[in-house]
Protein backbone atom coordinates (compact mmCIF):
# COMPACT_ATOMS: atom_id res chain seq x y z
CA UNK A 1 0.00 0.00 0.00
CA UNK A 2 0.99 3.74 -0.77
CA UNK A 3 1.93 5.82 2.01
CA UNK A 4 3.09 9.36 2.60
CA UNK A 5 4.58 10.82 5.83
CA UNK A 6 5.06 14.28 6.26
CA UNK A 7 6.76 14.36 10.43
CA UNK A 8 6.80 18.35 10.28
CA UNK A 9 3.57 19.51 10.85
CA UNK A 10 4.04 23.54 11.46
CA UNK A 11 7.06 24.94 10.54
CA UNK A 12 7.69 29.07 11.44
CA UNK A 13 10.61 31.38 9.34
CA UNK A 14 11.06 35.03 9.25
CA UNK A 15 10.83 36.04 5.83
CA UNK A 16 14.16 35.31 3.93
CA UNK A 17 15.01 32.14 5.67
CA UNK A 18 15.49 29.06 3.29
CA UNK A 19 12.94 26.35 4.51
CA UNK A 20 13.08 22.46 3.41
CA UNK A 21 9.37 20.68 3.58
CA UNK A 22 10.19 16.93 4.09
CA UNK A 23 8.37 14.10 2.61
CA UNK A 24 9.22 10.26 2.79
CA UNK A 25 6.94 8.05 0.78
CA UNK A 26 6.35 4.19 0.96
CA UNK A 27 5.29 1.95 -2.51
CA UNK A 28 5.97 -1.51 -3.64
CA UNK A 29 5.26 -0.17 -7.09
CA UNK A 30 8.24 0.70 -8.85
CA UNK A 31 6.25 3.03 -11.63
CA UNK A 32 4.58 5.87 -9.48
CA UNK A 33 4.79 9.58 -9.55
CA UNK A 34 5.37 11.91 -6.69
CA UNK A 35 3.65 15.59 -6.28
CA UNK A 36 3.69 19.02 -4.47
CA UNK A 37 0.05 21.15 -3.76
CA UNK A 38 0.22 23.65 -2.38
CA UNK A 39 -3.02 24.97 -0.13
CA UNK A 40 -2.96 29.04 0.85
CA UNK A 41 -5.23 30.46 3.27
CA UNK A 42 -8.09 30.56 0.52
CA UNK A 43 -7.88 26.99 0.60
CA UNK A 44 -7.83 26.11 -3.43
CA UNK A 45 -5.14 23.28 -3.75
CA UNK A 46 -2.16 24.50 -6.14
CA UNK A 47 -0.38 22.25 -8.19
CA UNK A 48 3.33 22.71 -7.67
CA UNK A 49 5.46 19.71 -9.45
CA UNK A 50 4.92 15.99 -10.46
CA UNK A 51 7.78 13.93 -10.69
CA UNK A 52 8.17 10.50 -12.52
CA UNK A 53 9.52 7.61 -9.89
CA UNK A 54 12.18 6.84 -13.58
CA UNK A 55 13.24 10.44 -13.26
CA UNK A 56 15.95 11.64 -10.55
CA UNK A 57 16.38 14.48 -11.77
CA UNK A 58 16.27 17.44 -9.31
CA UNK A 59 14.33 20.69 -10.28
CA UNK A 60 14.51 24.09 -9.23
CA UNK A 61 11.87 26.82 -10.33
CA UNK A 62 12.60 30.05 -9.33
CA UNK A 63 12.85 30.21 -5.29
CA UNK A 64 11.68 26.66 -5.07
CA UNK A 65 13.37 23.62 -5.55
CA UNK A 66 12.99 19.51 -5.41
CA UNK A 67 15.75 16.96 -4.17
CA UNK A 68 14.11 13.28 -5.28
CA UNK A 69 16.24 10.53 -3.91
CA UNK A 70 14.67 6.87 -4.35
CA UNK A 71 17.26 5.45 -2.12
CA UNK A 72 15.98 7.23 0.72
CA UNK A 73 12.31 7.15 -0.73
CA UNK A 74 12.10 11.13 -0.43
CA UNK A 75 11.26 14.05 -2.20
CA UNK A 76 12.15 17.20 -0.68
CA UNK A 77 10.83 20.73 -1.33
CA UNK A 78 13.05 23.92 -0.23
CA UNK A 79 11.79 27.16 -0.67
CA UNK A 80 14.87 29.60 -0.68
CA UNK A 81 14.47 33.22 0.35
CA UNK A 82 10.81 32.42 1.79
CA UNK A 83 8.14 35.27 1.62
CA UNK A 84 5.03 35.73 3.63
CA UNK A 85 2.82 34.40 0.46
CA UNK A 86 4.38 31.63 1.11
CA UNK A 87 2.64 30.97 4.28
CA UNK A 88 0.46 27.99 3.15
CA UNK A 89 -0.16 24.10 4.00
CA UNK A 90 2.05 21.97 1.46
CA UNK A 91 0.96 18.56 0.66
CA UNK A 92 2.87 15.89 -0.73
CA UNK A 93 1.09 12.94 -2.41
CA UNK A 94 2.04 9.84 -4.19
CA UNK A 95 0.43 8.20 -7.21
CA UNK A 96 0.80 4.09 -7.77
CA UNK A 97 0.68 3.37 -11.49
CA UNK A 98 -0.38 -0.02 -10.56
CA UNK A 99 -3.57 0.77 -8.81
CA UNK A 100 -4.46 2.72 -11.30
CA UNK A 101 -8.41 2.55 -11.45
CA UNK A 102 -9.33 1.18 -14.52
CA UNK A 103 -12.88 2.00 -15.10
CA UNK A 104 -13.32 2.05 -18.76
CA UNK A 105 -10.68 -0.16 -21.12
CA UNK A 106 -9.85 3.19 -22.66
CA UNK A 107 -8.22 4.61 -19.48
CA UNK A 108 -8.57 4.91 -16.12
CA UNK A 109 -7.62 7.37 -13.42
CA UNK A 110 -4.81 8.07 -10.69
CA UNK A 111 -5.77 8.06 -6.92
CA UNK A 112 -3.29 10.14 -5.40
CA UNK A 113 -2.12 9.23 -1.37
CA UNK A 114 -1.72 12.79 0.41
CA UNK A 115 0.47 13.34 3.56
CA UNK A 116 -1.07 14.72 6.42
CA UNK A 117 0.87 18.16 5.13
CA UNK A 118 2.84 20.87 6.68
CA UNK A 119 1.87 24.05 7.81
CA UNK A 120 4.19 26.62 6.75
CA UNK A 121 4.51 30.05 8.41
CA UNK A 122 6.62 32.95 7.33
CA UNK A 123 6.77 35.85 9.47
CA UNK A 124 7.65 39.19 8.15
CA UNK B 1 -8.37 30.77 -18.50
CA UNK B 2 -9.18 27.12 -18.60
CA UNK B 3 -10.25 26.23 -14.50
CA UNK B 4 -12.45 24.33 -11.92
CA UNK B 5 -14.89 26.32 -10.66
CA UNK B 6 -17.32 26.04 -7.38
CA UNK B 7 -20.22 27.37 -5.70
CA UNK B 8 -20.87 28.34 -3.58
CA UNK B 9 -17.84 28.91 -1.85
CA UNK B 10 -19.41 29.06 1.38
CA UNK B 11 -22.52 26.85 2.22
CA UNK B 12 -24.82 26.98 5.44
CA UNK B 13 -27.46 24.17 5.40
CA UNK B 14 -29.46 23.21 8.28
CA UNK B 15 -29.20 19.61 10.44
CA UNK B 16 -30.85 16.98 8.14
CA UNK B 17 -31.81 19.75 5.37
CA UNK B 18 -30.35 18.30 1.58
CA UNK B 19 -27.98 20.56 0.45
CA UNK B 20 -26.39 20.09 -3.21
CA UNK B 21 -22.73 21.50 -3.92
CA UNK B 22 -21.60 22.10 -7.46
CA UNK B 23 -18.30 21.62 -9.39
CA UNK B 24 -17.70 22.99 -13.24
CA UNK B 25 -14.70 22.77 -15.49
CA UNK B 26 -13.29 24.23 -19.12
CA UNK B 27 -10.05 22.11 -18.74
CA UNK B 28 -12.25 19.30 -20.64
CA UNK B 29 -10.91 16.78 -18.50
CA UNK B 30 -12.22 13.27 -17.79
CA UNK B 31 -11.89 12.56 -14.24
CA UNK B 32 -13.49 14.36 -11.62
CA UNK B 33 -13.08 13.90 -8.14
CA UNK B 34 -15.09 15.33 -4.73
CA UNK B 35 -12.73 15.47 -1.94
CA UNK B 36 -13.73 16.03 2.08
CA UNK B 37 -11.13 18.02 3.85
CA UNK B 38 -12.10 18.58 7.51
CA UNK B 39 -9.16 21.54 9.58
CA UNK B 40 -5.73 20.03 9.57
CA UNK B 41 -6.43 16.76 7.82
CA UNK B 42 -5.17 15.72 4.32
CA UNK B 43 -8.47 15.90 1.87
CA UNK B 44 -10.04 12.66 1.82
CA UNK B 45 -11.76 11.25 -1.72
CA UNK B 46 -14.87 10.26 -1.23
CA UNK B 47 -15.85 9.49 -5.31
CA UNK B 48 -14.31 9.66 -8.67
CA UNK B 49 -15.51 9.45 -12.49
CA UNK B 50 -13.86 8.77 -15.37
CA UNK B 51 -16.28 10.35 -17.98
CA UNK B 52 -19.51 9.02 -16.95
CA UNK B 53 -18.35 5.89 -15.24
CA UNK B 54 -18.97 6.44 -11.17
CA UNK B 55 -16.36 5.01 -8.61
CA UNK B 56 -17.26 5.44 -4.91
CA UNK B 57 -14.60 4.99 -2.38
CA UNK B 58 -14.90 1.87 0.46
CA UNK B 59 -15.43 4.35 3.47
CA UNK B 60 -18.11 7.33 1.77
CA UNK B 61 -21.05 7.23 3.69
CA UNK B 62 -24.68 6.31 1.82
CA UNK B 63 -25.26 9.80 2.81
CA UNK B 64 -23.39 11.54 -0.20
CA UNK B 65 -24.12 11.18 -3.48
CA UNK B 66 -23.03 12.42 -6.69
CA UNK B 67 -23.98 13.30 -10.24
CA UNK B 68 -22.26 13.73 -13.36
CA UNK B 69 -24.66 15.20 -16.14
CA UNK B 70 -21.97 16.04 -18.71
CA UNK B 71 -18.29 16.25 -19.02
CA UNK B 72 -18.62 19.57 -17.81
CA UNK B 73 -20.50 19.47 -14.50
CA UNK B 74 -19.93 17.28 -11.20
CA UNK B 75 -22.85 17.77 -8.35
CA UNK B 76 -21.93 16.10 -4.74
CA UNK B 77 -25.78 15.50 -2.95
CA UNK B 78 -25.68 15.03 0.79
CA UNK B 79 -29.09 14.09 1.58
CA UNK B 80 -28.68 14.41 5.48
CA UNK B 81 -25.64 16.70 6.38
CA UNK B 82 -25.16 16.12 9.95
CA UNK B 83 -23.02 18.40 12.23
CA UNK B 84 -19.80 16.03 11.66
CA UNK B 85 -20.02 16.86 7.68
CA UNK B 86 -19.19 20.28 8.10
CA UNK B 87 -16.12 20.58 6.10
CA UNK B 88 -14.10 21.69 2.72
CA UNK B 89 -15.64 20.19 0.13
CA UNK B 90 -12.97 20.16 -3.01
CA UNK B 91 -13.46 19.82 -6.09
CA UNK B 92 -10.76 18.13 -8.82
CA UNK B 93 -10.21 17.19 -12.07
CA UNK B 94 -6.82 15.23 -14.29
CA UNK B 95 -6.97 14.44 -17.69
CA UNK B 96 -7.34 10.30 -18.17
CA UNK B 97 -3.65 10.41 -18.95
CA UNK B 98 -2.18 12.90 -16.98
CA UNK B 99 -1.43 12.22 -13.52
CA UNK B 100 -1.76 15.64 -11.52
CA UNK B 101 -5.01 17.02 -10.22
CA UNK B 102 -6.33 20.76 -10.97
CA UNK B 103 -8.75 21.88 -7.48
CA UNK B 104 -11.09 24.10 -7.48
CA UNK B 105 -11.69 26.51 -4.81
CA UNK B 106 -13.76 24.59 -2.18
CA UNK B 107 -16.82 25.05 -0.96
CA UNK B 108 -16.83 25.52 3.02
CA UNK B 109 -19.97 23.55 4.29
CA UNK B 110 -21.11 25.17 7.40
CA UNK B 111 -24.25 22.88 9.23
CA UNK B 112 -26.24 23.87 11.87
Known amino acids: AQKVTQAQTEISVVEKEDVTLDCVYE???????LFWYKQPPSGELVFLIRRNSFDEQNEISGRYSWNFQKSTSSFNFTITASQVVDSAVYFCALSEAGVRRLIKASGGSYIPTFGRGTSLIVHP | DAMVIQNPRYQVTQFGKPVTLSCSQTLNHNVMYWYQQKSSQAPKLLFHYYDKDFNNEADTPDNFQSRRPNTSFCFLDIRSPGLGDAAMYLC???????????FGPGTRLTVT
Open chain 2, 92 to 102: ATSSGQSYEQY
Open chain 1, 27 to 33: TRDTTYY
